[in-house]
């Protein structure tokens, strides 16, 4: 790791404290004061509801090497002064990048990409020490801090990355320098800033700019405008997904309802039989992303399978909570429209009666209204049983299942979570699968808490 003094270096900064430190390395890098542990360097960031600099003299006790901050806060410890706290972590995260020699895996996408993350992470440590990006880590300042976190123990690292603007892959991707680049779809969220799925596709695929050009790029092959990517600076993609074009195909999938799916994976040079704990066609698709990536970095069939195996969804992911009167998909971290029907096929394996409380969805832009409604119509279509919608934005999804031929008595609007959170238990039968997703604005965790 980086040595206190090449910091100071590559930050331009103004280095205040004991000089017997320089020689000393960084362990991590931290943004929030209370995870502080030995060693770590502590980056003060003024945030909307805090400010990092009222934390200094507290990370520095919990043995913080040095504190990076904007102002001089007087505080008896060692501190770097720089004009930009952020800016900062990012020049040291491409510092240290450069002197990492690991596979490093990029992710983004519309939708999955912290599902396929932990799939990708699950299959690679079958055969390499993997990092990964913490949670959905996966911004301007969780990418360097992923970055900054793998260490010479690690042997491979995957690093997600989300974006809702133009310019802002090409800043991750330059911290991150992926050597396999991997998109899962092309779908309808940041509509706002992004305007259509050719922009979004735009957008995304700014990643490639900073690949490493020996290595590969493992795309979507189900995905109709990632299929409009032939090339990539030479490079063939790689596709996975049901197509008969896939390079990592996914067929006789076995649907064992929300105990997970059974399924193949088709390759050039032979079938694994996989079983994914995750339930959904979604989660053989993810599995196929990462044996495609696996294949890149030399898996074998059974370090594949074994690692497919190990796939568990994470709290807000698609993670079934089984209780004894009711079976829970949380699956409330986030939505956009795809993500939304690919929960409610979800919800619908289930056998007895299905409830599907679901939330605004944000960030959607004009059409905000008209992709509630489809959501709506797509659910009653699917024959959930009982729709309890959450939000102003909501109640055009229970007017779309209406008008698609759900009875007005199974479908119950909420003005908002708080409501939903008093209400839910009045709507529930012994029995019931729940399905639980909104945009994470929306907080539905709260409900999911209940359970």
Not at 80 to 97: E, F, G, W
Request: glycine share 10%.
């Amino acid at each position: 790791m980086l040595k206190l003094r090449e910091i100071i270096e590559i930050t331009d900064g103004t280095f205040i404290g004991n000089e017997a430190d320089l020689d000393k390395e960084m362990a991590m890098a931290r943004i929030d004061s209370r995870v502080v542990e030995p060693s770590d360097i502590f980056f003060a960031v003024k945030g909307e509801k805090t400010d990092g600099h009222n934390y200094i003299k507290k990370a520095a006790e919990l043995g913080a090497l040095c504190s990076i901050c904007e102002r001089d806060t007087g505080d008896d410890c060692n501190r770097i002064i720089v004009s930009d706290s952020l800016k900062a972590l990012r020049k040291i995260a491409i510092a240290h990048r450069d002197r990492l020699t690991i596979p490093i895996v990029g992710i983004s996408g519309s939708v999955g990409k912290t599902s396929t993350k932990e799939a990708i992470a699950g299959v690679l440590s079958q055969k390499y020490k993997t990092q990964k990006t913490a949670g959905n880590y996966n911004n301007e300042i969780g990418v360097p801090l992923t970055i900054l976190s793998i260490n010479d123990t690690y042997e491979a690292a995957v690093v997600e990355m989300g974006i809702s603007d133009f310019g802002e892959m090409d800043l991750l991707s330059s911290i991150a320098r992926p050597d396999i680049c991997v998109l899962t779809n092309i779908g309808l969220c940041h509509l706002e800033n992004l305007g259509t799925q050719e922009g979004i596709l735009k957008a995304k695929t700014e990643m490639f700019a900073h690949r490493n050009k020996n290595g590969a790029v493992v795309l979507n092959g189900d995905d109709p405008l990632l299929n409009t990517i032939q090339d990539v600076d030479g490079t063939k993609p790689v596709r996975f997904g049901y197509g008969e074009s896939c390079d990592v195909r996914v067929e006789n999938v076995d649907p064992r309802g929300l105990l997970g799916t059974d399924f193949e994976l088709v390759m050039k040079d032979g079938r694994i039989s996989c079983h994914c704990d995750i339930p959904g066609t979604h989660g053989a698709v993810n599995a196929a992303c990462a044996a495609a990536t696996g294949r890149q970095l030399g898996l074998s069939d059974e370090q594949i399978r074994q690692g497919i195996a190990s796939i568990k969804a994470l709290p807000g992911r698609s993670n079934i909570i089984h209780r004894e009167d009711h079976i829970i998909l949380d699956d409330c971290y986030n939505a956009n429209p795809v993500s939304m029907k690919a929960a409610i096929d979800m919800l619908s394996l289930w056998e007895g009666r299905k409830v599907a409380l679901l939330g605004d969805m944000f960030e959607l832009g004009a059409d905000e209204e008209s992709l509630h409604y489809g959501v709506g119509e797509y659910l009653a279509q699917k024959g959930i049983d009982l729709l309890l919608a959450v939000g102003k934005l909501s109640s055009k999804l229970a007017d779309g299942a209406v008008a698609a031929g759900m009875d007005e008595a199974s479908v119950i609007r909420f003005a908002d979570t708080d409501e939903a959170k008093d209400k839910i238990f009045d709507h529930l039968k012994k029995g019931d699968a729940l399905l639980i997703k909104a945009s994470h604005g929306m907080h539905l965790e709260k409900v999911v808490s209940l359970f």
